[in-house]
């Protein structure tokens, strides 16, 4: 794990209950397996209560003073964000503020809605009130003008759900304007972070299926399209827009869905072959423990790769295997997938108030 720190990739942990606050063990993971960062989803925290005990006293709380599910929700959840926040402090101090990062996502029925998603990213950037906090918006349409407003606001945030290397420019575009925003009304860049969230196992799992057996392009699509994204990264944050706006920080690519679907695959792949200096990879505990196990750090195996990248996209295409089809259809499965994520959330919470 140090020596995947020592190559410039930021250990996040994709996961978070009161239990691992409670007990010490996000503790220990920053102690002793180089976690700096912690992301959050609906499905995690609806997990962590379903199975947690030390929610009781305040789901009992909220019951008495009469909350709703949804204010419920927003209770529980941003108390166990603020404490990850005040156990990472320590990191985001160390590094400057670029780590020691907890994430929490607007609800997803507001994906669609530009102007609900800037107002919700300021009602939890104002419930939890720590400086490493990072609001997760969508990347889908109608997130970019979000995440623009969210940044000229002096909000950080991690743009989540990217999949297409179009998606992911626009992403930056949106970003380098909200700064830009920022920057006219006086802010100091300095204290404004943002992450993006390129999801990359899902895009074996679409593609594999629809090659034969014995492929040699099995389990290459989802690497190619992070390689081609790290080196649009590159050009924009090498650039002179950016370099225009003096004490910004760069967006830094954000490896997320990295746990191997596919069972023929090594349990490390997808940090293995994505070890870049700024970047972040954000792993489930699995994936975390796998890693700190047998995984193996042997340079830098991003860079300077994007036309075998290119190459492998173009012969899938050849394959008949459509580039925009698959990561368009990722949007609207991933979508569906963060609907369904707090649909559970939300009956998880009704069943705990039920029983309070």
Same mark, same amino acid.
């Given at each position: /794990?140090?020596?995947? @720190? ?38 995690? +925290? ?27 929700? &927003? ?31 607007? =609800? ?6 530009? =102007?609900?998603?800037?107002? /919700?990213?300021?009602?939890? %950037?104002?419930?939890? !009130? ?26 950080? #945030?991690?743009?989540?759900?990217? *999949? ?7 992403? /930056? ?23 993006? @969230? &390129?999801? #990359? ?33 590159? $050009?924009? *944050?090498?650039?002179?827009? +950016? ?13 997320? @869905? ?24 954000? /792993? ?6 796998? &890693?700190?196990?047998?995984? $193996?750090?042997?340079? !830098?195996?991003? @860079? ?33 997938? +963060?609907?369904?994520? %707090? ?5 998880? #919470? ?7």
């Amino acid at each position: /794990m140090k020596a995947l @720190s020592d190559a410039g990739v930021s250990i996040w942990l994709d996961d978070l209950s009161r239990e691992r606050l409670a007990s010490g063990n996000l503790a220990r993971l920053v102690e002793e397996h180089c976690v700096v960062g912690v992301t959050t989803n609906p499905t995690i +925290f609806a997990a962590a209560l379903a199975d947690g005990e030390r929610y009781a006293a305040q789901v009992a709380e909220l019951k008495a003073s009469g909350a709703s599910v949804d204010e419920t929700i &927003f209770e529980l959840t941003t108390t166990d964000v603020q404490q990850a926040c005040d156990v990472l402090a320590p990191v985001h101090g160390a590094t400057g503020g670029v780590d020691g990062r907890v994430s929490i996502e607007v =609800e997803p029925a507001l994906a669609r809605d530009s =102007e609900a998603t800037v107002a /919700m990213a300021r009602r939890l %950037w104002d419930r939890v !009130d720590r400086p490493n906090l990072l609001i997760k918006i969508p990347a889908t349409e109608e997130g970019l003008p979000a995440i623009a407003a969210a940044i000229a606001q002096g909000i950080s #945030v991690n743009v989540t759900l990217i *999949f297409s290397l179009d998606r992911y420019r626009k992403v /930056m575009d949106a970003y380098l304007y909200g700064l830009e925003q920022a920057a006219a009304e006086g802010r100091d860049l300095s204290g404004i972070h943002s992450v993006a @969230s &390129f999801f #990359v196992s899902r895009v074996d799992s679409d593609v594999d299926p629809q090659l034969p057996e014995g492929s040699e392009l099995r389990g290459r699509a989802a690497l190619a399209n992070a390689r081609l994204a790290y080196a649009a990264y590159q $050009e924009v *944050f090498g650039g002179e827009r +950016f370099a225009a706006l003096a004490g910004a920080n760069p967006q830094r690519p954000l490896w997320a @869905s990295t746990g191997v679907k596919d069972t023929a695959y090594p349990d490390t792949l997808y940090v293995s072959e994505l070890v870049v200096a700024d970047t972040v990879n954000t /792993m489930p505990e699995k994936t975390l423990l796998a &890693f700190a196990d047998h995984g $193996e750090v042997e340079g !830098d195996t991003v @860079s300077g790769r994007a036309a075998e990248a290119r190459a492998v996209i173009d012969a899938l295409e050849a394959a008949d295997i459509s580039y925009d089809d698959v990561v368009r259809r990722l949007e609207t499965e991933g979508l569906q997938k +963060f609907d369904d994520s %707090w649909d559970e959330l939300v009956e998880t #919470v009704r069943v705990a108030l039920e029983k309070a």
